[in-house]
């Protein structure tokens, strides 16, 4: 029987995790590298700006496809979504390595993998302080 006053049970609400800031910071330090790299080697710095942003573009893609739905009622359009965002990500990073590669003059690979990855990790970790976060609350 409930207490007189009670609030009713509610159903518990999911935040979005703050994409626009998390793209906004691995953008901003992935400029920040480039930079500084660019007081050594302009090719160098060109090399990671592109490779960082192969890795921070095709995420976007995949982030605003797989929060584009909330609820247990959109249960069906979530796993759409995120299977659809999964796909065109990959399918957007291997289109965007192609086109760099084919069509960028003076690159080093080396460090457009090395940029590609150091944006992976970076994702990487705000994705776990993200859901550390939202187990602790």
Request: some cysteine.
């Amino acid at each position: 029987m409930a207490q007189q006053g009670a609030k009713p049970p509610t159903a518990a609400i999911i935040s979005r995790p703050p994409l626009l800031k998390i793209f906004g910071i691995q953008t901003g330090l992935l400029v920040l590298a480039s930079a500084t790299v660019l007081l050594v080697d302009a090719v160098l710095a060109k090399s990671i700006l592109i490779g960082g942003l192969i890795s921070v573009l095709p995420n976007a893609y995949f982030a605003r496809m797989a929060f584009r739905h909330r609820g247990a009622r959109a249960a069906r359009a979530v796993s759409q979504s995120f299977k659809r965002g999964e796909a065109g990500k990959f399918v957007l990073t291997v289109c965007l390595f192609a086109v760099v590669f084919s069509s960028v003059p003076s690159l080093n690979a080396g460090a457009v993998f090395a940029g590609f990855i150091g944006m992976m990790l970076v994702n990487l970790v705000f994705a776990w302080r993200i859901g550390n976060r939202r187990i602790a609350k």
